[in-house]
């Protein structure tokens, strides 16, 4: 059974009935922002079963967020019947797209080609590779590495107007600012072009996907296509998801959201999700699940009369979780928030997902063999001289590793540290920190 398979999460269904077409539920999901020909383009996809792409450059090991939105949009249009390709960009990676602020930094050959494999493996998990629509991956350095750069001119090149180039909305603020723009960086939206040529040849690719801030190298190549070959494509971009208060979306505490376990942890991404403001809820549900209309007007309905209850937050948060890393280590981070203050078992939980549940608590280190519980009180930060503690003590609102001290000599020894280094140290209800024994 192939992975994608294996996770409910991402099984969906072929079309959520409440819809007329596939196009319709995507607008209804927020997910059209700009497109070519749209009347034609909701009649292709409402037709036989078509082939279409989606690119992701290799600047960094990982894919994040705003991909994750493509990803899903990829599974949509799958699930309605269509082919998807996969595109890794192991050629257009070593160049990278022009950002609206400064020019990229080039990474080495080795670590692209790095960066590929295991962007490849991140794609395939939201793909299904069997049946008559199966996802097929591409890399562009296969058509692009044996190319001249004399042919790359002949070839391609010649169809393509500076005028036009230089109206792009990315070229064109960095043209006007300081910094300025490379030939190597201009040049990227005639790769991109190129792309879409070569895989509208090889596997009669029609239709191109991506974010709306793309939307100038998702035109390039279906204008390449209409000039070189004398035939239509299509293009459509979602738009850039924003937060109701005006912040970025998909970053926490400054930091962006990976779909790597190892760059943010199972525990961190499932909290993101969770403290989403009742404002984004829907919005969010619409756009990174698979629930149905139906289902999702019911959460919005909770939202307005139980916002306190946070339904649609914790749904939200276990099934893109689920998604991402899967159902088991979903559970695993809903039971260690529940361990954390009392309500499950600290032992279960793996050194990895304690570090993470406890990454923005109170930490300190300490020295020694066995603990008495004053000192560690006063260690964790929670008491702040020997008579609080004991005060703490006395009220019974002293634990260890959820264990309740009640008595002010006790000690705490070795044996009782988790993963033989941390003590899990809370006062009341609420107020936790983490010592750790060196």
């Known amino acids: 059974m192939s992975e994608i398979e294996q996770n409910p999460a991402l099984s969906g269904q072929r079309n959520d009935p409440s819809f007329e077409n596939v196009w319709q539920e995507l607008k209804w999901r927020g997910l059209v922002h700009v497109s070519t020909e749209e009347t034609e383009l909701e009649k292709v996809l409402s037709g036989e079963s078509i082939t279409y792409y989606c690119g992701f450059d290799p600047t960094a090991p990982s894919l994040h967020l705003g991909n994750l939105v493509q990803l899903l949009n990829m599974r949509r249009l799958q699930l309605a019947g269509h082919k998807p390709l996969g595109l890794v960009g192991g050629s257009t990676g070593l160049i990278g797209d022009p950002r609206q602020t400064a020019e990229r930094v080039l990474n080495t050959k ?22 008559e629509n199966a996802a097929r991956m591409v890399n562009n350095l296969d058509w692009t590495a044996n190319l001249s750069a004399i042919d790359f001119l002949r070839e391609v090149g010649k169809y393509f107007r500076v005028g036009t180039m230089i109206k792009k909305e990315t070229v064109a603020a960095r043209l006007n600012s300081d910094e300025g723009i490379s030939y190597t960086e201009f040049s990227y939206q005639v790769l991109q072009g190129y792309d879409y040529l070569k895989l509208h040849q090889l596997y009669g690719c029609t239709l191109q996907t991506g974010g709306s801030d793309q939307w100038g190298n998702l035109t390039s190549g279906t204008d390449l296509i209409r000039k070189a070959e004398g035939k239509s494509a299509y293009a ?18 400054g930091n962006a959201i990976w779909l790597d376990a190892e ?44 916002p306190f209850a946070r339904k649609a937050q914790k749904e939200l948060a276990y099934l893109v979780t689920s998604l991402v890393h899967g159902v088991d280590a979903t559970e695993k981070v809903i039971a260690a928030s529940a361990a954390l203050f009392g309500q499950g078992e600290l032992g279960d939980m793996d050194e990895a997902t304690l570090r993470a549940a406890t990454q923005e608590l109170k930490s300190t280190t300490v020295t020694g063999e066995d603990l008495d519980i004053i000192s560690v009180l006063m260690a964790s930060g929670l008491s702040e001289s020997k008579s609080a503690a004991r005060r703490t003590i006395s009220e019974g609102g002293a634990y260890v590793n959820n264990v ?35």
């Open 110 to 131: 080795e670590t692209v080609a790095e960066w590929v494999g295991k962007l490849e493996s991140q794609v395939s998990r939201f793909l299904s590779f069997e049946g």
């Open 236 to 253: 459509y971009g979602t738009p850039l998801i924003t937060n109701s208060d005006g912040t970025k979306f998909g970053k926490s505490e």
């Open 263 to 306: 760059m943010c942890s199972p525990y961190t991404f499932y909290q993101f999700w969770l403290n989403t403001a009742d404002a984004d809820a829907i919005s969010r549900l619409k756009v990174f699940t698979f629930l149905s209309r139906a289902e999702i007007e019911a959460l919005e309905k909770e939202v307005a009369e139980r």
């Open 404 to 438: 309740k001290y009640s008595d002010h000599e006790a000690v705490v020894s070795r044996e009782d540290l988790l993963h033989g280094r941390y003590l899990l140290v809370r006062r009341g209800k609420k107020n936790l920190a983490v010592v750790e024994v060196s």
